[in-house]
Every structure is written in structure tokens, then in C-alpha cells.
Nanobody, 127 residues
């Protein structure tokens, strides 16, 4: 089993920055691709960003391109999401996800039923 625990969420003003983290424990050797998703109040969960095992490739949803950066420290089993120029519409619970399947296309992280999920961390952006 693999467990994912997110941290670093909080309240930030519009235009500010925040970095959230996701630490994996357990049978972490199973993890290949990782990603971030978010769910705003009253909305469905949506894809935010994904990254390959070695961190060499990333993929973002259009609304966060140029503002958010996904990265991972594989030896530390930790995934990060650096969020800059935050907007009130970025307010959501952010979830970390991981999968053991070695897809060539990161885009599959957007719609596949991913294997492992964290509990989420709340990010609130005030206007």
C-alpha cells in the first residue's frame, strides 16, 4: 500500500504565492506518474498538473500554465506544487494523486481512474 499526505494549504491573498506538498509513504517504489487535482466548492474535481517519474516531463491545465509549477523530489518521495499569482478562482481542496502505470502520455493522468489519492489540503485565495 502507498499513502499520500498533502500539506501546506492555507489562506493567501490574491496575487500571492503558496507551495503545497505531498509526501508518499509505504510501498513507494510502485509510484510512477504523479499529479495534482483540485475541487472547488460546488464543482467537480479537475486536473491541475502532472509529472513523470524522473520529473523530466510535466503537463498543466491551461488555467494554471505560467503560474503553477509541479516538481518532485523522488529520493524524498515528495511532490510539490508551487502556486504563484494566485486568484480567488484557485480556491479549492487540492489533491495529490499517483499511479503505477507507465503511460507514455501524461495526458492520461487527466482522465484515467488513478490508483492512489491523498486526503487533500485546502487552499483559500481571498480577493
Amino acid at each position: 500500500q502507498v499513502q499520500l499526505v498533502e500539506s501546506g494549504g492555507g489562506l493567501v491573498q490574491a496575487g500571492g504565492s503558496l507551495r503545497i506538498s505531498c509526501t508518499a509513504s509505504g510501498r513507494t517504489f510502485r509510484i510512477y506518474h504523479m499529479g495534482w487535482f483540485r475541487q472547488a466548492p460546488g464543482k467537480e474535481r479537475e486536473f491541475v498538473a502532472a509529472i513523470t517519474y524522473g520529473g523530466g516531463r510535466t503537463y498543466y491545465t491551461d488555467s494554471v500554465k505560467g503560474r503553477f509549477t509541479i516538481s518532485r523530489d523522488s529520493p524524498k518521495n515528495t511532490l510539490y506544487l508551487q502556486m504563484n499569482s494566485l486568484k480567488p478562482e484557485d480556491t479549492a481542496v487540492y489533491y495529490c494523486a499517483a499511479d503505477s502505470r507507465r503511460w507514455t502520455s501524461l495526458y492520461r493522468m487527466c482522465y484515467e481512474n488513478l490508483e492512489i489519492w491523498g486526503q487533500g489540503t485546502l487552499v483559500t485565495v481571498s480577493s
